[in-house]
Each structure stands twice: as structure tokens, then as C-alpha cells.
């Protein structure tokens, strides 16, 4: 598909420089109204790009059977977790969603079919950190779900197909968490920069793995040995790296922030492309 094609399903939206893409470790729901280092990168990182037209965002919080893309006018926001204070539970976030990006989206990608959807909206994936990002909640966000019967290379080759996103003005931000094993969390070090000895192996690993651009590994994750597993025992929260990884274009700047551990088993490390 040509650019005049895309420029046609966007309406509006013109060719611009190439937009950075990113992933955002989101971890707990309380960043949302927490002040800290992480939420403190977030902002940081949207002070270094362009204003985006649009945010497509790939969340670890929306697995589906096929792939979908939120297409209503006005996505609400999910308050998808339990046992927070109130205070997070009244927080919302009102960006407008974009029908025409969605439905971009769906012609873009050749690989399998994309639904349209209208009935999800914004989880906490996405609008934790993003309030962050842009407080005035008005630029028009999109999530593209997650299909939980494809394979990591599969999903790896979907999001390649969305590239051209990045020469229309969309911020494409895949948000989940590296190292996600919420069975082993030190609840006592809940607070502290602390990583048990199996899940910074694999942070370590996965780490030189980014910055060297062997992304094969990083696909074959399942197969990188016991600290691996420990690190990623269900997929979801680190599926949305790869989108990100697969957006990479020949010698962009890669760069690590709020590359931390929190209570032994998990990780907050973020990366920024271009």
C-alpha cells in the first residue's frame, strides 16, 4: 500500500518526519497518580518528541482471539484491576479515540485480519502512562490487541506491517513490562530498586539483546533457558517490546530509561527508537 493510499483512510494527516516509537514498562496501576522516577521518565521522554497526531498503543492488558483495533469515537476509560484506593478508581482519561486511524490500521496490515472494535477503550496499559505523557487527555489514542494464538514472530511481522504509521504522525507505544512475574514479587521491596539474581540475568540479557539489535533471541524467548521462564512465565507483558523492536529501522538511536528493578521480579526499563 502507497502513502497516498494511507494519506486517503487518515484524513487529515500529512506526511511528517519519522516519529519515535516506544516501550513503556507501565508496572503498577498507582503510577497513574503517584509521583516518582517512572512517571518522571514518561514525561521526559514525550518532552524529546514531536507532539503526535494520534498514539496507536499496543497493551499488554488487551489479549483477544484475532486481532482488533478500538475504532469508536470516544474510548472509555478501563479501570481494569482490583483492590487500589478510590482515588484511582475516579481517575479518568478522556482522549478521543480515531475511527479513521483504526480504520488505517486494518487496511495496513496484510498478515491477518483486523476487527474493528467498539467496545473496549483504554486500559490501564495505555492510559496510566500516557496521562503522564499528555495531561490535556487531547490527542486521539487507538489499541491494537493483542492476538493470543499467534506465535512471538508472528506478532514481530504485524507490527513491521505498521511502519508507515511513523511517517503520518502516529506515536506508536508498545506498554507492558520485561520482566513480569507478579507470582514472585518481594512484597517487602515493593518500593526498593531490587531484582532477585534469575531476573536480572535475564534483564541483563534481554538488555544487550536490544542494543545490539539481535532480535531473533528476543523473538525465541522461550527458548533462552530457566531464568528466561521465571522472567516471562505468561507472554502478554512482553509481547509489546517486540512491537516496538520490530519498528526499528536501520541504524536508529536506540535508548534505555527508567531501567530499574521493583520487589525481586519485575522491571521498568523503557525504550525509545529514533
Same mark, same amino acid.
Given at each position: 500500500?502507497?502513502?497516498?493510499?494511507?494519506?486517503?483512510?487518515?484524513?487529515?494527516?500529512?506526511?511528517?518526519?519519522?516519529?519515535?516509537? +516506544?516501550? +513503556?514498562?507501565?508496572?503498577?496501576?498507582?503510577?497513574?497518580?503517584?509521583?516518582?522516577?517512572?512517571?518522571?521518565?514518561?514525561?521526559?521522554?514525550?518532552?524529546?518528541? #514531536?507532539?503526535?497526531?494520534?498514539?496507536?498503543?499496543?497493551?499488554?492488558?488487551?489479549?483477544?482471539?484475532?486481532?482488533?483495533?478500538?475504532?469508536?469515537?470516544?474510548?472509555?476509560?478501563?479501570?481494569?484491576?482490583?483492590?487500589?484506593?478510590?482515588?484511582?478508581?475516579?481517575?479518568?482519561?478522556?482522549?478521543?479515540?480515531?475511527?479513521?486511524?483504526?480504520?488505517?490500521?486494518?487496511? +495496513?496490515?496484510?498478515?491477518?485480519?483486523?476487527? !474493528?472494535? %467498539?467496545?473496549?477503550?483504554? %486500559?490501564?496499559?495505555?492510559?496510566?502512562?500516557?496521562?503522564?505523557?499528555?495531561?490535556?487527555?487531547?490527542?486521539?489514542?487507538?489499541?491494537?490487541?493483542?492476538?493470543?494464538?499467534?506465535?512471538?514472530?508472528?506478532?514481530?511481522?504485524?507490527?513491521?506491517? !505498521?511502519?508507515? !504509521?511513523?511517517?503520518?504522525?502516529?506515536?506508536?507505544?508498545?506498554?507492558?513490562?520485561?520482566?513480569?512475574?507478579?507470582?514472585?514479587?518481594?512484597?517487602?521491596?515493593?518500593?526498593?530498586?531490587?531484582?532477585?539474581?534469575? #531476573?536480572?540475568?535475564?534483564?541483563?540479557?534481554?538488555?544487550?539483546?536490544?542494543?545490539?539489535?539481535?532480535? %531473533?533471541?528476543?523473538?525465541?524467548?522461550?527458548?533462552?533457558?530457566?531464568?528466561?521462564? +521465571?522472567?516471562?512465565?505468561?507472554?502478554?507483558?512482553?509481547?509489546?517490546?517486540?512491537?516496538?523492536? #520490530?519498528?526499528?529501522?536501520?541504524?536508529?538511536?536506540?535508548?534505555?530509561?527508567?531501567?530499574?528493578?521493583?520487589?525481586?521480579?519485575?522491571?521498568?526499563?523503557?525504550?525509545?527508537?529514533?
Amino acid at each position: 500500500m502507497n502513502l497516498s493510499t494511507i494519506k486517503s483512510m487518515l484524513g487529515p494527516l500529512e506526511n511528517t518526519p519519522k516519529m519515535p516509537v +516506544l516501550f +513503556l514498562g507501565h508496572g503498577s496501576p498507582m503510577n497513574a497518580i503517584e509521583e516518582n522516577e517512572f512517571v518522571k521518565g514518561f514525561r521526559k521522554v514525550s518532552d524529546q518528541i #514531536a507532539t503526535p497526531k494520534a498514539i496507536l498503543v499496543i497493551s499488554a492488558h488487551w489479549e483477544t482471539k484475532g486481532t482488533q483495533v478500538t475504532a469508536m469515537q470516544n474510548p472509555p476509560t478501563i479501570h481494569d484491576f482490583g483492590g487500589f484506593p478510590k482515588a484511582l478508581y475516579e481517575v479518568e482519561y478522556p482522549a478521543p479515540g480515531s475511527p479513521e486511524l483504526a480504520k488505517g490500521v486494518q487496511e +495496513l496490515v496484510h498478515s491477518t485480519d483486523v476487527h !474493528l472494535d %467498539d467496545k473496549w477503550g483504554l %486500559d490501564h496499559g495505555a492510559w496510566t502512562v500516557i496521562r503522564h505523557m499528555y495531561p490535556e487527555a487531547n490527542i486521539p489514542v487507538v489499541q491494537l490487541s493483542l492476538d493470543y494464538y499467534k506465535t512471538p514472530k508472528q506478532h514481530y511481522e504485524l507490527a513491521q506491517e !505498521l511502519s508507515k !504509521l511513523r511517517e503520518k504522525g502516529i506515536l506508536i507505544v508498545g506498554s507492558g513490562n520485561i520482566v513480569h512475574n507478579l507470582r514472585m514479587v518481594h512484597w517487602q521491596k515493593m518500593n526498593e530498586n531490587y531484582g532477585y539474581d534469575w #531476573a536480572i540475568e535475564a534483564s541483563e540479557k534481554i538488555k544487550q539483546n536490544i542494543l545490539s539489535g539481535n532480535h %531473533d533471541e528476543l523473538i525465541n524467548f522461550s527458548q533462552m533457558g530457566k531464568s528466561f521462564q +521465571l522472567a516471562i512465565p505468561t507472554p502478554e507483558h512482553y509481547l509489546p517490546l517486540l512491537y516496538t523492536l #520490530a519498528l526499528q529501522g536501520k541504524n536508529e538511536e536506540l535508548a534505555l530509561f527508567n531501567d530499574s528493578y521493583l520487589a525481586g521480579s519485575l522491571t521498568m526499563t523503557s525504550v525509545k527508537i529514533g
